[in-house]
């Protein structure tokens, strides 16, 4: 069981940055790849970044490709989500996961937090 809670959420201009965090609990984090999806009202849950159980391998959406890192502490058991030249479609809730693989499809996903949320205005 990995239980798993964001923060870093909030509103910022166009052209701002965030910076996301997930802390997991449990002692077997460097076993589950982790990964970060949105969803804006009205739609479905995207996928956003993915990153391997070591760091060594992560995986972007086209959308934010070169405008947002993802990357892994395992001794503190947190996963980052540098958000950085924010448009105001990328204004969702954010939600991390943790995966068995690695994966981009969130029905993959076993675990999940309870989002936080970002706000982009023009």
């Known amino acids: 069981q990995v239980q798993l809670v964001e923060s870093g959420g909030g509103l910022v201009q166009a052209g701002g940055s965030l910076r996301l965090s997930c802390a997991a609990s449990?002692?077997?984090?460097?076993?589950?790849?982790m990964g970060w999806f949105r969803q804006a009202p009205g739609k479905e849950r995207k996928f956003v970044a993915t990153i391997s159980w070591s760091g060594g391998t992560t995986y972007y959406a086209d959308s934010v490709k070169g405008r947002f890192t993802i990357s892994r502490d395992n001794a503190k058991n947190t996963v980052y989500l540098q958000m950085n030249s924010l448009k105001p479609e990328d204004t969702a809730v954010y939600y991390c996961a943790a995966a068995i693989k690695l994966v981009t499809t969130p029905e993959s996903y076993d675990y999940w937090g309870q989002g936080t949320q970002v706000t982009v205005s023009s």
């Open positions: 449990g002692r077997t984090f460097s076993s589950y790849v």
